[in-house]
């Protein structure tokens, strides 16, 4: 599950709260960030406390690890970057931490593949016979 179907699942102010502590999740980027007094106006609420303190339950650290997780593949293809950029011009630690990630990279490109297919499995809908006009 991705951070971003989390985020649908939970309850609407408290989503709204994480794109506000994590504005690099907001769909639209051009527009300017809000205030937290912006951010009060949008959920109807007079302070900030009740989501100072979701910040301690086990729903908001889940979502913490799935932001994580977005943020090491941003990571990730940074390093991979750096590394082919100095592999290509024969440093032989690169050359080989390049190696290594490419059997990594692999490894996790058949992961993704499978969860893909898992998820067209799941959207296979069987025909009921019903013919709408």
Known sequence: MSIFEALKTIDPKKA???KFKFPDLRYD??????TEDDFLRLVER?????FLKWEKSPEYKNLIQLYLDTKI??????????????AKSGDEKAIRLFLTLQVDIQKNS????????????AEVVEDDGLVLD
């Open 110 to 121: 058949k992961t993704a593949a499978k969860s893909f297919e898992d998820d067209n499995e």
């Open 29 to 34: 980027q051009s527009k300017p960030l809000k």
């Open 46 to 50: 007079k302070t900030i406390n009740p």
């Open 16 to 18: 709204e709260y994480f």
């Open 73 to 86: 593949a941003d990571d990730y293809k940074e390093i991979y970057q750096v590394v082919a950029k100095n």
